[in-house]
């Protein structure tokens, strides 16, 4: 007991066993790195001819397309959800609270979905291209059609439509946390309202920015369906189709590599836009109020800021909607394959929520150090920051970089049993191992920040009265970290069940999640049944944005506390 006192550091909880533990979880992320390079390099890569092979007939054009579509993407979140978060930070006009949390919603719908349902609202014989025609009294596609969305234009159109969220919610609490005496004082050295935005609150916003973008594009780098459905050859499409079409492991790994230099310049250009990005104030915090519109303006504003929920959220929905009721009064129903695919989706995504939650918990338990704060304190955080390192990853580099170590394993264990096949790769856990790579980031995260509100002395007490480090954690931080667990399980399993490249890649023979379902049955052009698989990845989808944007509700509620009309003159 007289040791435990001595300070915090006898509270040093982690011991070899966590950190082995933990060491071991941030190789198992980096293997598949590893993995990737020695395939793309080794000696299965057929040498310098492969790469000249890949450099003269694939790679330009994929990273061409790939760059295009970014850069497209990029310009478009960022001008969508920054003007959407500063106009519901800056000004009230009508249905400004429900547009700031509904402005969210994309977030629910895979870029694959909505991509799927606007193939088919926007085709030449589609109800958005017919109502057009009817209204300027054309009868026929070859008098009047919209320009094709199978293209690069509309792969930004769609991709920059879900995506902007990322970018909104960022510069969303940048804009509600900036103190309003800047901008005041801006607007008393001469500057108007555009001139105080674009020199004084954009600049502070460009840390949260970089954020948002860098998220977005690592999304649009990790999509395969909804470019394969635009008709747009990126590198994603360039390595799935090199695998899976040719059979050519080595070619995309090599092609993988290059992706994987994406993420890194990705990664890279976000750490350096928020690099010496430090502001503060010495005066009172006092919040933004937004500034009263009225008629014209008022509805204009409104106008511009439901467009991107109805493009991004409620056009799809709806299309879904529709056709999920039109399948089943057709008397059509639920075919027994759905139903498996929704099976296996239930028991893959709560496969990888336990394996993610499990390994999060140890991770961030071991990283976790009461007392310590110089090297050795860092030391024992880096397999915390390793860990993450997967959700950057994109889930085709992933897969490729899993598959030499999983048939190894597959062909020792195969062989040290006598059994036949590949038990790993066959029973579906090498899938359930790469998307817990990819989404531990969650858990992770999560556990962390919970942890951190804990205060030490509650564990300085449990091991006064003579807990082990083990039995604290039991009695004490689980009960404690409940909430923290829950919501990043929740934003686990509902990742998981929208995964698609990883799955796509590594599932099982005859193992269809919805995800690939819905996949199958638009390459096919049969849309009936897939938007029932649809539907039933939105619905699930909206958990965890309904808790975001309650949350996002809370912070705005905290950042206006005073009502409009009481802070106009």
């Given at each position: 007991m007289?040791?435990?006192?001595r300070g915090p550091?006898?509270l040093?909880a ?7 533990a933990?060491l ?7 293997a598949p790195?590893l ?8 000696p299965?890569?057929q ?6 092979s890949?450099f ?5 054009q ?12 990029g310009?478009l ?7 959407c ?5 800056a000004?009230d ?9 509904a402005?969210?919603?994309p977030l ?12 088919d609202l926007?085709?030449?014989i589609?109800p958005v291209?017919?109502?057009?025609r009817w209204l300027?009294g054309?009868d ?12 690069m234009?509309g ?6 439509f879900?995506?902007?969220?990322y970018?909104?919610?960022t510069a969303?609490a940048m ?5 309003a005496?800047l901008?005041e ?8 309202r555009r001139?105080a935005?674009f ?6 916003a460009?840390p ?12 649009t780098?990790?999509?395969i369906?909804?470019?394969e459905?635009?008709?747009v ?5 360039a390595v ?8 050519d ?6 092609i993988?590599?290059?992706m994987?230099a994406m993420?890194?310049?990705l990664?890279?250009l976000?750490?350096?836009?928020r ?14 109020q937004?500034?009263?519109l009225r008629?014209a303006?008022?509805w ?6 439901s467009?991107?929920v109805?493009i991004?959220?409620?056009?799809p ?5 529709w056709e999920?009721a039109?399948r089943?009064?057709?008397g ?5 394959g759905?139903l ?9 995504a ?14 961030a ?6 007392g ?6 860092r030391?024992g955080?880096?397999p915390a ?9 994109p889930?085709?580099?992933l ?8 048939l190894?394993f597959?062909a020792a264990?195969?062989?040290a049993?006598?059994?036949?096949g590949?038990?790993l790769m ?9 998307c817990?790579?990819r989404f531990?980031a969650?858990?992770v995260g999560s ?6 509100r804990?205060p030490?002395a509650?564990e300085?007490?449990a ?14 931080h689980?009960?404690?970290l ?5 919501a ?5 399993f509902v ?7 990883a799955?796509?890649?590594l599932?099982?023979?005859?193992f269809?999640?919805?995800a690939?379902w819905?996949?199958a049955?638009?390459a096919r052009?049969?849309?009936?049944e897939g938007?029932i698989a649809?539907?039933?990845i939105?619905a ?10 309650r ?5 705005a509620?905290?950042?206006d ?7 106009t003159?």
């Amino acid at each position: 007991m007289l040791r435990a006192l001595r300070g915090p550091r006898t509270l040093q909880a982690v011991g070899p066993l966590w950190r082995g533990a933990a060491l071991l979880v941030a190789a198992g992320v980096l293997a598949p790195v590893l993995a990737l390079l020695w395939l793309a390099l080794g000696p299965g890569a057929q040498g310098f001819e492969h790469w000249q092979s890949l450099f003269a007939h694939v790679l330009p054009q994929a990273t061409l397309n790939t760059a295009m579509l970014l850069g497209g993407v990029g310009l478009l979140v960022l001008i969508v959800g920054t003007g959407c978060a500063w106009l519901v930070t800056a000004c009230d006009f009508p249905g400004r609270r429900v547009l700031h949390w509904a402005l969210l919603l994309p977030l629910a719908m895979p870029t694959y979905i909505v991509a799927f349902a606007y193939l088919d609202l926007l085709h030449p014989i589609g109800p958005v291209q017919g109502a057009i025609r009817w209204l300027l009294g054309y009868d026929s596609p070859r008098q009047f059609r919209l320009p094709d969305l199978r293209s690069m234009g509309g792969a930004v159109f769609v991709l920059g439509f879900v995506l902007y969220p990322y970018v909104y919610m960022t510069a969303r609490a940048m804009f509600m946390s900036q103190p309003a005496h800047l901008m005041e004082a801006a607007r008393m050295l001469g500057e108007n309202r555009r001139g105080a935005f674009f020199r004084v609150a954009l600049p502070l916003a460009r840390p949260a920015l970089a954020v948002g973008l860098s998220l977005a594009l690592l999304e649009t780098l990790n999509d395969i369906g909804a470019s394969e459905f635009l008709g747009v050859q990126t590198l994603t499409v360039a390595v799935y189709t090199t695998w899976i079409t040719r059979s050519d492991l080595a070619g995309a790994a090599q092609i993988a590599c290059a992706m994987l230099a994406m993420v890194i310049a990705l990664v890279w250009l976000e750490r350096n836009g928020r690099r010496h990005q430090r502001y503060g104030s010495a005066q009172r915090m006092r919040a933004l109020q937004p500034r009263p519109l009225r008629g014209a303006m008022a509805w204009a504003a409104t106008t511009a800021a439901s467009l991107p929920v109805l493009i991004g959220f409620v056009a799809p929905a709806l299309y879904l909607v529709w056709e999920s009721a039109k399948r089943l009064r057709q008397g059509g129903g639920i075919s027994h394959g759905l139903l498996a695919s929704l099976a296996n989706t239930i028991a893959l995504a709560a496969g990888v929520t336990v394996a993610a939650v499990a390994a999060g918990l140890l991770v961030a338990w071991a990283a976790r150090n009461p007392g310590g704060q110089g090297h050795a304190a860092r030391r024992g955080r880096w397999p915390a920051r390793v860990a993450t390192l997967g959700y950057a990853v994109p889930g085709t580099v992933l897969a490729i970089g899993l598959l030499t170590p999983a048939l190894a394993f597959d062909a020792a264990l195969a062989t040290a049993f006598g059994w036949q096949g590949l038990p790993l790769m066959g029973a579906g856990v090498v899938l359930v191992v790469a998307c817990t790579i990819r989404f531990l980031a969650m858990p992770v995260g999560s556990i962390e920040a919970g942890l951190a509100r804990i205060p030490p002395a509650i564990e300085q007490a449990a091991r006064l009265l003579g807990e082990s480090a083990l039995g604290a954690l039991r009695r004490v931080h689980l009960p404690l970290l409940q909430p923290s667990i829950a919501a990043g399980a929740l934003l686990v399993f509902v990742d998981a069940m929208k995964e698609l490249p990883a799955t796509l890649l590594l599932r099982p023979a005859n193992f269809d999640t919805l995800a690939t379902w819905l996949y199958a049955e638009a390459a096919r052009g049969t849309y009936e049944e897939g938007a029932i698989a649809a539907l039933l990845i939105v619905a699930a989808g909206l958990l965890p944005v309904m808790l975001l944007a309650r949350s996002q509700l809370a912070a705005a509620h905290a950042a206006d506390p005073l009502p409009v009309s009481s802070a106009t003159p």
